[in-house]
């Protein structure tokens, strides 16, 4: 059985313990137990198995077993455990899995114990920062670069035993919460023992590892808790399903969430995962359009210039007036404006900046894409020595913008940068950081937790650059799949369902678009509360209305006119639905309740014509209208509806007569492609063929133009038209166009 085979019969296993289908599970695995030629697994199955039949006869013989769901849930549990280790005994032969690959490694090495590890590293530590304090010689450098090398080899094999790691004992689980809480431990070493259990616990599900990482998110230092809790929030998204199982770590999640603190903090990352949706979008904004746009205008802007213009010294400093026309013509300043304003709120804008910069040797290292950034790395040593770059890379290391690693591929690039151009870049980003440091002290004095979530963003952006741009990134489960609506999953809804959290995702998923979570959110928000609000019921229209939901959407709308019946807002929403789903005469209804709020817009006049015109009922719709031109309202927003119902009632002069006033305004294909209906059906053929003509130059293409002919037949058809001359017309237009 080779590994693609395994790991298919391990997906099929989960998939059917998560719909607590027992009996084909334990068959699915006696075939892996079978492959692995190992007894024990297959007479524990069988064990399981048997307790099951028993206590399903028990259930089904009216037995009353006050323990049968704990028994249950201990048997499912076995059964996932079982699983994962049936399949990593198989899948570590020779899977050419990162992880199995690391895991061959680890059995063939000397590996050092934790607090061997520990030693080492506080050791190491310590000769680096004492070290640092020698004067400046040659040899000080080069001492500094080894101790760093290894320092670094240190905490890769560190990550490396981390990540690999089998289920921990009672022991070992102590051993590890030692490690988190050491407070002679760097905090670099620490960050990266939570990533490095985190993506185990990605791999395997284990109780006390996951007891380790709560406990990790209520450490002193915010980098530590930060990666704990979005580590904490992945996982428990992952097994959600399997969580339930395991009372002891549900009853750690109820008392981590009791610390105001840390639901503070899930908050803020949450809202902060439900923005990493954006980063793909973003990406391709950046690279279809922001990019091509500026290339665009940075050509018309050079042609625009005139080196005769700058002859005068006194005018250099004046910038040319039209550029900023050009600007906003161009539609470019708007998208640049937008891009300002998700960067400004944290949005990951730099993604596809950096995305090309991931091909040093740094980041063929798995634990490199989880690592702090760190001035003192072995690589960047050198280039942080003189002053000029330690201003540079001191800018770099305070930037509340760029992740991790995203500040190492910036400081890689610049060992490949001429050592005289690094002055220029360190001037301007020295500036520039100085005013990002000033606005980030202010924003502390406002909100000291400000840090934590420039903390948690940044290590979202690692992650999300891991997942999507690790060379190996197949060999892992993509975790920025996940479905944005928390609430779905059992492990994270007792954590997040206070309204106060509630609202604050529902507002964001809603300003963000994220309509599906939002209408869930909103859902929730409404079962759980006596004082429901209209607003509430609106905003489930509205996202329903968006999900394309039309009937949902008015039951939505409904909830909302009767806890407020004068919202003009709501009404005109349920008019405009019914609209949608083709029932005039109820949409009328509503738009004349929002005149008699609302007695002066024409918006609403209008649409009044329009459920006329939609019931067939041409002379009230014109009637409608002509009060719109009437009260000086005559443009092409009236005109046009005027025209088109005229055609419609067969008052073909009248028709023809505000098609002519269109046609001498700002013409649109449909105004040519009516009035060439009018002169094809008083026979004004040459008229007809002119106007048609006309329609397909705006149309773009004859296709176009024969799909809008094509809607309006039945129409002509029904006016009386003889269709049969249609393919003559249509070669004659084309001959017209030709000679055009």
Partial sequence: MNYNEVQNIRNKILELLSLNEVKEACAQLLVLAVNLREWQITEKVSELETTYRYMLNYQFDGVDDPRREEVFGGIMRTLYELTDDATDELMSLDSPNIFYEKLRLE??????????????????????SLTELLEEKDDKLSKLKHLAVKKERLATDLFNTIFVASRLSEENQAGYLDFIHNKELAVTDKCLFVSALTLSLFHRFDPRKLSVIIAASGAADAEIRARAIVGLVFVLVKYDQRLKFYPESKRELELAGENHTFKKALQTILVQLIRSKQTESISRKMIDEIIPEMMKFSTKIGRKLNVDDFSDESDLSEKNPDWKKDLEASGLSKKLQEYSELHLEGADVFHSTFANLKNFPFFRELSNWFLPFDTSYSQLIELSSGNKNNVLLTAVSKSGYMCDSDKYSFSLSLLQIPEQQHQMIAMRLGEESGELEKLQKEEMLFNPRISDEIISNQYIQNLYRFFKLFPRRDNFDDIFTFNANFYQYQSLESLIIDAGTMTRLAMYCFDKNHFQEAEAIYRLLIEQNQNINDEWWQKIGYCRQMLNDIEGAVSAYKQADILNSDNSWTIKRLAHCYRLLKKPEIALEYFRRVETLQPNNTGVQMNIGHCYLD??????????YFKLEFNDIADAKTQRPIAWTAFLAGKLDLSESYYQQLIAGKPSLHDYLNLGHIYLRTNRLKLAVE????????????????????????????????????PRLFDQIRYKRDNQ
């Fill in 107 to 128: 059995s063939f090495r000397n590996q050092p114990t934790l607090p061997e590890y520990k030693l080492a590293l506080k050791e190491t530590e310590g000769a680096f």
């Fill in 691 to 726: 106007s048609y003509a006309q329609s397909l130059k705006l149309a773009g293409s004859y296709d176009s133009f024969l799909k809008h002919f094509r809607e309006d037949e039945e129409i002509l058809h029904q006016m009386g038209v003889d269709l049969e001359i249609a």
């Fill in 615 to 624: 019931m067939g009922d041409y002379n009230e719709a014109l009637n409608c």
